[in-house]
Nanobody, 119 residues
């Protein structure tokens, strides 16, 4: 069983930066991919960025390309999301997730961390 704990959310002005961190523990040997998702009020949860755990290949949603960077520290079992040039529309609860296969299934989720970008 993998546990995920996010940190690093907060309030920032438009144009600013934040870095989210997700620490994974318990059964991390089984992780194939990790990702960040977000959910704004009244909207569905959407994918932000994904990283393949073993080789580090990445995927980004079009809305964050060039502004966000996902990375991982395999030795510490941490995945990071560096968010630059933040916009008010980036405001959401951000969730870390882990999957054990290359399918679209995500097996484990963190509790979420709030990111608020003021205009």
């Amino acid at each position: 069983q993998v546990q995920l704990v996010e940190s690093g959310g907060g309030l920032v002005q438009a144009g600013g930066s934040l870095r989210l961190s997700c620490a994974a523990s318990g059964g991390t040997y089984s992780i194939y991919k990790m990702g960040w998702f977000r959910q704004a009020p009244g909207l569905e949860r959407e994918v932000v960025a994904i990283i393949r755990w073993s080789v580090g290949t990445t995927y980004y949603a079009d809305s964050v390309k060039g502004r966000f960077t996902i990375s991982r520290d395999s030795a510490k079992n941490i995945v990071l999301l560096q968010m630059n040039s933040l916009k008010p529309e980036d405001t959401a609860v951000y969730y870390c997730a882990a999957g054990q296969s290359p399918t679209l299934v995500w097996d484990y989720w963190g509790q979420g961390t709030q990111v608020t970008v003021s205009s």
